[in-house]
């Protein structure tokens, strides 16, 4: 089977600061999403892990999946 990768897909999410101060909108009674955004925390975990993988001397090929505007490649 030479020749052949690990495909790991990770996918992610862009969520607001967890330490940011949060406001609702009285309107809508939504979270407003203005300001800081971070990556979420477990997807973090994932990626750790995926990297601890290919590391390991396993052949693999990491590919990070986010639906997201544009702003979130900077956290990506």
């Known amino acids: 089977m ?3 990768a690990l495909k790991i897909a990770i996918c992610v999410k862009e969520v607001p600061d967890p330490t940011a101060e949060k406001r609702i909108d009285p309107g809508t ?3 407003v999403r203005t300001g800081e955004n971070t990556l979420n925390p477990y ?3 994932a990626i750790e892990a995926a990297v601890r993988i290919k590391e390991s001397g396993v052949e693999a090929e990491l590919t990070v999946v986010a639906m997201a505007p544009a ?3 900077r956290t990506v």
């Open 2 to 4: 030479e020749g052949l």
């Open 29 to 31: 009674g939504r979270l």
């Open 43 to 45: 997807d973090r975990h």
């Open 71 to 73: 702003s979130a490649t």
